[in-house]
């Protein structure tokens, strides 16, 4: 690696309110969800992932989707997003007026089953409308893009497959796409892959890093994809998350840990570290564990002194 033209900024999306409160166990009250997004945003985030308009038995932890939507007091520069995976949950979000939404499918067919509940095939077939009428409302539209380097029922994803699935969301509208590491079992050579094959479908400034943690690989996979030009990521205050169908996965990288990385290359983010850490403790505190961030520890004891 040589760390030679690195992006001179980084556009960060949280996730947390999304990705890390989604597996929660405990329920998180409505209101911790909102305090959190303001949390964020006073932070410096440009872009929240709020919620998702999915089955509430399903996840049930994302039921008071409306209630969180409602309930934040917006600032203008933030993107809000949230995921919708057929036109019923498109539909329920678009009440909430959300400036991006998501479809979500997967390059691994098992993963797909599992998580929605159909085929690859089918899941674009049911993307296409909602990617339709989020166009005609003005709504941007992400596609986030699971298990590209590894899954938990079929083990390693070849590049092509990634490809496959790009070339499909390319196909129906998906204005940009989210390069996930579902289960954090990446590693730099291989997220590199998922990427360039990404690449034959969207070009650099729509793609975007999504990394989980599980392996410890996370930062090194970001730092990867840096080199590639990615400058859009996605992460978790306080590494929350995993996904419930995604079983042993952990949190996204902790969005701590990324600006820590970034901002000693000299990359800039807009995000205050401090006031970040501090929206970490918020909801670590709640959840009654401390925060999966070694940044956000670290500066947490430096501050206790
Ligand atoms: P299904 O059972 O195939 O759907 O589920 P269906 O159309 O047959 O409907 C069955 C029931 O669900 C019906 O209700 C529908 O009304 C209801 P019932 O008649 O039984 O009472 N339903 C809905 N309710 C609310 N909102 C909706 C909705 N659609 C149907 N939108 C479905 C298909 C996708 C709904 C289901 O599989 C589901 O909700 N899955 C949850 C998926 C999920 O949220 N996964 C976690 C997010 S993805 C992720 O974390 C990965 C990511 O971070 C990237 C990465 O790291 O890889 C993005
Ligand atoms: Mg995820």
Redesign the pocket.
């Known amino acids: 690696m040589t760390l030679q033209n690195l992006p001179p900024q980084v556009r960060l999306i949280d996730?947390g309110p999304r990705?890390g409160l989604?597996n929660e166990k405990q329920p998180v009250p409505a209101a911790v969800k909102i305090e959190l997004v303001h949390r964020l945003q006073a932070a410096g985030l440009k872009e929240i992932e709020v919620t998702?308009?999915?089955?509430?038995?399903?996840?049930p932890q994302?039921a008071d989707n409306h209630e969180v939507m409602a309930g934040i007091t917006r600032q203008s520069g933030v993107r809000y997003s949230v995921?919708?995976?057929?036109l019923?949950?498109f539909e329920?979000a678009l009440q909430d007026k959300p400036d991006e939404i998501?479809v979500?499918g997967?390059a691994s067919e098992a993963f797909s089953q599992k998580?929605?509940?159909?085929s690859i095939a089918e899941s674009i077939e049911r993307f296409a409308p909602v990617v339709q009428a989020a166009l005609a409302a003005g709504i941007a539209v992400r596609g986030?893009m699971?298990?590209t380097v590894g899954c938990p029922y079929e083990g390693d994803i070849a590049p092509e497959r990634v490809a496959y699935l790009a070339g499909l969301m390319r196909g129906i509208g998906v204005q940009r796409v989210?390069v996930?590491?579902?289960i954090g079992v990446g590693t730099p050579r291989r997220v590199q892959a998922a990427i360039e094959a990404t690449l034959a479908h969207y070009d650099i400034d729509h793609i975007s890093g999504?990394f989980?943690d599980t392996y410890g690989q996370a930062l090194s996979n970001t730092l990867a994809a840096l080199e590639l030009g990615v400058w859009n990521f996605q992460s978790s205050v306080a590494g929350l998350g995993g996904?419930?169908?995604?079983k042993g996965a952990t949190g996204n990288v902790a969005t701590e840990d990324v600006v820590y990385l970034l901002h000693g290359m000299g990359i800039e983010t807009g995000i205050d570290l401090d006031a970040l850490v501090d929206a970490g403790q918020f909801i670590s505190e709640h959840l009654g564990r401390p925060s999966g961030s070694r940044v956000a520890r670290a500066l947490l004891s430096k501050r206790r002194g």
């Open positions: 996730v990705d989604q998702s308009y999915v089955s509430p038995k399903w996840v994302m995921l919708t995976p057929n019923k949950g329920a998501v979500f997967a998580n929605i509940n159909c986030a699971s298990c989210d996930a590491d579902t999504h989980h996904c419930p169908y995604a």
